[in-house]
């Protein structure tokens, strides 16, 4: 079974900057799909942007509150994703997860439906401050 462990995170200042980082520990080098998703209070479960790995290619989709503020990556020689998440403001604070599946990315990426997702991590609190 998949375990996977976020870290990061923490109170920003508006406008700034935080990474989180997700520690898989399976090897996601032929296909996959990571998903970084958040929880708002009062709100369904959100993805805001996916790595999706099928070798040699990899996608990655982001949903429109974060295009061009949040950036997905990964390392895949320590089997750990990361989400850089610039110009955060008050509107982006909760908890912070991220999600696996190993079916695999589609040509157009990987879904950010949180219902695809299999494993999860814990989660870790983002509180942006204005």
């Known amino acids: 079974q998949v375990q996977l462990v976020e870290s990061g995170g923490g109170s920003v200042q508006a406008g700034g900057t935080t990474i989180l980082s997700c520690a898989v520990s399976r090897a996601t080098k032929s296909q996959s799909c990571l998903g970084w998703f958040r929880q708002i209070p009062g709100k369904e479960r959100e993805g805001v942007a996916t790595?999706?790995?099928?070798?040699?290619?990899?996608?990655?989709t982001y949903s429109d509150s974060v295009k061009g503020r949040f950036t997905a990556s990964r390392d895949h020689a320590e089997n750990t994703v990361y989400l850089t998440m610039r110009g955060l403001t008050p509107e982006d604070t909760g908890i912070y997860y991220c999600a696996i599946e190993f079916t695999g990315p589609s040509t157009s990426g990987c879904p950010l439906s949180s219902t695809s997702y299999n494993s999860w991590g814990q989660g870790t609190q983002v509180s942006v401050s204005s």
């Open positions: 790595i999706g790995i099928r070798h040699p290619s990899t996608y990655y």
